[in-house]
């Protein structure tokens, strides 16, 4: 099942933005992860679907929050103080396996992803 994310844009450094990703629930680990142009795909943050415990990047910590509201099966992340280094393609990703959220993230561990949403922060 292919998710699907909205809530990407354009803003100026110091800004918010919130992402969401639909048909996330019943998978142990639910991440985002961002790619910028001419970088690998790397993990920002995830959240364990069973209990909840949340895990981010050196990079976002303090600045982004990822969460799940099971009872409209959809996934979050809220940015908040964006920097021009965040601006990248964002992507939603689960997978069925808790060892997934082993940190740091690697992406060949999760079978499902969104189609990714543009983030620019100038």
């Known amino acids: 099942v292919q998710l699907v994310e909205s809530g990407g844009g354009s803003v100026q450094a110091g800004g918010s933005l919130r992402l969401s990703c639909e048909r996330t629930?019943?998978?142990?680990?639910i991440a985002w992860f961002r790619q910028a142009p001419g970088k690998e795909r790397e993990g920002v943050a995830r959240?364990?679907?069973?209990?909840?415990?949340?895990f981010y990047a050196d990079s976002v910590k303090g600045r982004f929050t990822i969460s799940q509201d099971n009872t409209k099966n959809t996934l979050y992340l809220q940015m908040n103080n964006l920097k021009p280094v965040d601006t990248a393609t964002y992507y939603c990703a689960a997978a069925r396996s808790a060892f997934s959220c082993s940190w740091p993230l690697v992406s060949a561990r999760f079978e499902n992803w969104g189609q990714g949403t543009q983030v620019t922060v100038s």
């Open positions: 959240i364990h679907g069973a209990h909840g415990s949340t």
């Open positions: 629930s019943g998978y142990y680990c």
